[in-house]
């Protein structure tokens, strides 16, 4: 699956901005969709992940009750709706697909085998 990633820009702390991955091929609903971001001179960390039917959601305790990962399978797209940003989540913003069948989601980065291209989210103070 290729996957395109969209939505990043410059916001101020507490606004909002949602992203979007848009996937190529008629699977998408085969796969886990995760979003996973990494801050300069830090590593990729897991931000929030769906399961394939998209009943299941899993966050990162920093961004619990702020982010939602919503995904809309006839359009093979996943979303990540950012609300009330601060500037520590400023960093480049990667969806990813995991075809992981089994309980929950994964949380690694190597976990994942599919990637859309980052898209820069910058929050100021």
């Known amino acids: 699956v290729q996957l395109q990633a969209s939505g990043g820009g410059l916001v101020q702390a507490g606004g909002s901005l949602r992203l979007s991955c848009a996937a190529a091929g008629r699977t998408f609903g085969g796969y886990v969709m995760a979003w996973l971001r990494q801050a300069p001179g830090k590593e990729r960390e897991f931000v929030a992940a769906?399961?394939?039917?998209?009943?299941?959601?899993y966050y990162a305790d920093s961004v619990k009750g702020r982010f939602t990962i919503p995904r809309d399978n006839a359009k093979n797209t996943a979303y990540l709706q950012m609300d009330s940003l601060k500037p520590e989540d400023t960093a480049v913003y990667y969806c990813?697909?995991?075809?992981?069948?089994?309980?929950?989601?994964?949380?690694?980065?190597?976990?994942?085998?599919?990637w859309g291209q980052g898209t820069q989210v910058t929050v100021s103070s």
């Open positions: 990813a697909a995991d075809d992981f069948y089994g309980a929950g989601v994964r949380r690694q980065t190597r976990d994942y085998d599919y």
């Open positions: 769906i399961s394939r039917g998209g009943v299941g959601t």
